[in-house]
């Protein structure tokens, strides 16, 4: 059973920063393309970054130059860097798992607010 759990969110200043962390188990964590979604109230999940298990990312245009997407296989672990952080990126965030089917962490609030 894949497990994935969130740590690092919490409430920042616009212009802040934040590294949230996603540790895997239950599986070898290089196969997994590991994701980072996000939920504001009212929205739909959306993507915001990719890092594939060959190695490549792909990012939201909303978060392009803002957010980084890094993974340690050896800690099995995926992280999310986001600087420059607006009010628009107050969300829940999910960290995903993808190996023929998703799996999904429980989510970690994110509040950008002064």
């Known amino acids: 059973q894949v497990q994935l759990v969130e740590s690092g969110g919490g409430l920042v200043q616009p212009g802040g920063s934040l590294r949230l962390s996603c540790v895997a188990s239950?599986?070898?964590?290089?196969?997994?393309?590991m994701s980072w979604y996000r939920q504001a109230p009212g929205n739909q999940r959306e993507m915001v970054a990719v890092?594939?298990?060959?190695?490549?990312?792909n990012y939201a245009d909303s978060v392009k130059g803002r957010f980084t997407i890094s993974r340690d296989n050896a800690k099995s672990t995926v992280y999310l860097q986001m600087n420059s952080l607006k009010p628009e990126d107050t969300a829940v965030y999910y960290c995903?798992?993808?190996?023929?089917?998703?799996?999904w962490g429980q989510g970690t609030q994110v509040t950008v607010s002064s």
């Open positions: 995903a798992g993808e190996l023929g089917i998703y799996y």
């Open positions: 890092f594939t298990s060959g190695g490549s990312t």
């Open positions: 239950g599986t070898i964590f290089s196969l997994l393309s």
